[in-house]
């Protein structure tokens, strides 16, 4: 291709320049064009979420900057938009990395045949993954759906992650007609809690990179452990900057397995963060494979069970006033701060599919909203192992007891004082269960129950019980 042609690099969830593979092309190439388009081709269900919209429309500035400004914007059909384009600014190649959402794989072949009917050329490349979902098939090329075998043998065995690459030098076609248009994007509604979710968190390729080397000094130390105590510091915090492709996971990779190197004491920790990076694959893998992951359960029993609706029960859920302290902390940490602690979201989502017994798709879908890491692969393939419906899931006997999982991972409540102050009182014995504390001991913190702390809307013991009379009907 002739060094003065001009290409366009299509941003989708790859907002970085360090170790990425379809910017590197494009800047190898000559000129470039970069551009971010809001598809309104997304299924109205998976449309992203108001937290997503918040943390992309930080991100996209970030990414900007980054690029001197240089940054695109624009909203609809991507056919359309990059048709315009390529007459507008003679560009006869265009680059970008690839996507798993069924309904983009479809839009990207077809995409892609359109525009080399035009005598563009399309080039699109791996920017998210270790490993592409076919690369990690068993011996007889199915599949795998269980995550053990497929880490240590499917991944593991297959080739090493490349090396990550470094930001590429770009020649940046002159485009001073075009604004960059990031607030047509219609992101940010200017409400309130949209400034408070930001306050949280740094967003960006720097911030993404700084948040790496501050995990891999200090929270891997006691990762394998550590990660389960939502109060402490042992987790990377990265999935939303992984979800949106401020940092790749290639990066995430090597920097660890260099450390790894660096501090062979780090072994049983470092190895562990590394197998939850094959979870990400695991739950991608699955997406590829069943395309029908966020919609139907994997396990086709489930089709049969006996959900409940109740939507009093959800509303309580989602707002955090179940009663339940682990629960509304973990449900209050979501709604303020856009994230959840892992631990937090198996011990909440339990509560919702087996104390409730309402439908994993409601979880999914609120998850979706509020979550700034809310990705399709990971949000589906979460919810039903949670529901004991998917790939490797937990067995459908396994009903998290939120009191003694309260006990165990926040055995001192600082974690439920901190999300849920009425209870900022309560002594510790009682924190986690208030319902059996003495009504003196309740008065003397504060707590009036029913009035400014709910009841537990559910008895724990007799919704365990119905959860497990509801799952042995799938034997039948």
Known sequence: MAPDQTSIHWFRQDLRTADNPALMSAASSGRVIPVYISEDLTPDEFKIGSASKVWLHHSLDSLNN?????????????????EKLCKKYHVKHITWNRAYDPWRIEQDTKLKAKLHSYGIKVQSFNGNLLWEPWETLKADGSPYRVFTPFYKNGCLNANAPRTPLSPPEI??????????????????DNKSWEDDLKSEWSVGEDEASAKLKQFLSEGINSYKDGRNFPAQQSVSGLSPHLHWGEISINTVWHATKEQLKQRPELSEN??????????????????YHFPSLPTKNLNPRFEKFPWVKDQVGLRAWKSGRTGVPIVDAGMRQLWK????????????????VKNLRIHWHHGQAWFWDTLFDADLANNSAGWQWIAGCGADAAPYFRIFNPVTQGLKFDPDGSFIRQYVPELEKVPVKYIFDPWNAPQDVLATSGVVLGENYPHPIVDLKVSREKALEAFATLKA
């Open 171 to 188: 020649c940046f076609h002159d485009q001073k007609v075009e604004p960059n248009n990031l607030d047509n994007l219609g992101l940010l």
């Open 270 to 287: 470092a190895n562990h963060f590394l197998s939850e990076l094959g979870w990400r694959e695991f739950s991608y893998s699955l997406l």
């Open 337 to 352: 701060t856009g994230y959840m602690h892992n631990r937090l979201r198996m011990i909440v989502g339990s509560f919702l």
């Open 66 to 82: 980054t690029l001197d400004g240089h940054l695109r914007c624009f909203r609809g059909n991507p056919e359309t938009i990059l």
